[in-house]
Antibody, heavy 124, light 113 residues
Framework: QVQLQQSGPGLVKPSQTLSLTCAIS??????????WNWIRQSPSRGLEWLGR?????????DYAVSVKSRITINPDTSKNQFSLQLNSVTPEDTAVYYC??????????????WGQGTTVTVSS | DIVMTQSPDSLAVSLGERATINCKSS????????????LAWYQQKPGQPPKLLIY???SRESGVPDRFSGSGSGTDFTLTISSLQAEDVAVYYC?????????FGQGTKLEIK
């Protein structure tokens, strides 16, 4: 059974960096049939896909344009986990953050495994 | 970006009755090389992450009751709950994974009438 366990602070000061980690159990970060995502949810923005990392002979990343200048998603194969860093946060970055596994065709589609969510508040 | 628009925003249905939620994408999410629609449906209950119900527009995820079904192709999709149960009260989202960013609809809140 695949599980994702999120960790990281729930309170970040404005202009600082939001850092979260998603630890994977039951699957490999380097799997060719999976893609590892970060998504956030807020009342004002709804569900917002932030970015992803995946391995296809090399590590690849894609990011949403809305956060592209501020976001980094890093894989850590030694710990079988991946992380989210979002720089220069503002109160608009206050949200519940989720990590999630997406399956590639032909194995499947959609995000079938989600972390428990981390409520992050940006406030001084 | 592909914009996903759901209708209605909220829906009240009697127990045992059919519930239908629509999702429209601003461009086709049908990938011609494999003839698959890159469209998923999720159910979210308060305090929980979204749960995958349907992928490839009509494939039911393992463990999802067969009263949930998905249909449609190209730009127009439907999630149907054939006989509403009390535990189906939730917010439902569609999502396209055809293009980056993988965008979600705004959600449809389903309640019991």
């Amino acid at each position: 059974q695949v599980q994702l366990q999120q960790s990281g602070p729930g309170l970040v000061k404005p202009s600082q960096t939001l850092s979260l980690t998603c630890a994977i159990s039951g699957d490999s970060l380097s799997s060719n049939s999976a893609v590892w995502n970060w998504i956030r949810q807020s009342p004002s923005r709804g569900l917002e896909w932030l970015g992803r990392t995946y391995y296809r002979s090399k590590w690849c990343n894609d990011y949403a344009v809305s956060v592209k200048s501020r976001i980094t998603i890093n894989p850590d194969t030694s710990k079988n986990q991946f992380s989210l860093q979002l720089n220069s946060v503002t109160p608009e970055d206050t949200a519940v953050y989720y990590c999630a596994r997406a399956r590639r065709a032909p194995v499947g589609g959609g995000m079938d495994v989600w972390g428990q969510g981390t409520t992050v508040t940006v406030s001084s | 970006d592909i914009v996903m628009t759901q209708s209605p925003d909220s829906l009240a249905v009697s127990l045992g009755e059919r519930a239908t939620i629509n999702c429209k994408s601003s461009q086709s999410v049908l990938y011609s090389s494999n003839n698959k629609n890159y469209l998923a449906w999720y159910q979210q209950k308060p305090g929980q992450p979204p749960k995958l119900l349907i992928y490839w527009a009509s494939s039911r995820e393992s463990g999802v009751p067969d009263r949930f079904s998905g249909s449609g192709s190209g730009t127009d999709f439907t999630l149907t709950i054939s006989s509403l149960q009390a535990e189906d009260v939730a917010v439902y989202y569609c999502q396209q994974y055809y293009g980056v960013p993988h965008t979600f609809g705004q959600g449809t809140k389903l309640e019991i009438k």
